[in-house]
């Protein structure tokens, strides 16, 4: 499974990196799991502006940032988001990034990891709706972190006493990559069968 990660924001001093490289160490444990770290800071598209929405479109001209971004996305074969909430949702850049896709993360599932004061859970229920539209497949389990800038350090270790607790952020992390793990291969299996078939 190839294992795109994105980090949703790209404000100065933004937190949102580290809860990204904890989430990578953990998926890069389980076999058969190849990570990559996608950062919209690398990414400076500008806001979408289309005329015509993408899955209209088949012949639009794309801004050359955002079409490497969505390139990126359509090599994986499955995605964490991690986002905070910015005013009970998702950042804008975030959203914008959504604005631009066409097709590349079709039938492929979606975890979304969270942070904020309440672990930044309303924006990750917008994610889930927004996700759908993608024509991606939401997973149930999501991890809401609250006070996740204390809990976990600039190289992405979150602290033994927080990983210790079995109903805490790393067993809900290591639950959503197990159902991930799961839905990517059936998903990859079904997607390559109906390649075959066409
Ligand atoms: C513009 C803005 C709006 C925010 N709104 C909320 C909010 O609605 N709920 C919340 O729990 N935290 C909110 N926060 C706090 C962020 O979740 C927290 O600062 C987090 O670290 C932001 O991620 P970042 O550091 O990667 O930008 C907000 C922060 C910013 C900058």
Redesign the pocket.
Known sequence: MKLGIIVG?T?E?????KQAKWVAKTAANIEGVEVEIIDLADYPMPLFAEAVSPRYNPSRTVDSTAQKYMDKLAEQDAYIFVT?????SI?GVLKNSFDYLDWQMMKKPVGIVS????G?A?AAMHLKEIVSEAQAVPMSKFVAFSHM?EAIDEEGTISEEVAANPYGPQGALDGLLEDLKWYSDALAKARNETLVAA
């Open positions: 924001t404000r001093g933004r937190q949102t990196p905070p909430e910015y005013n009970h950042p942070h904020g004061t309440v930044g309303r800038s």
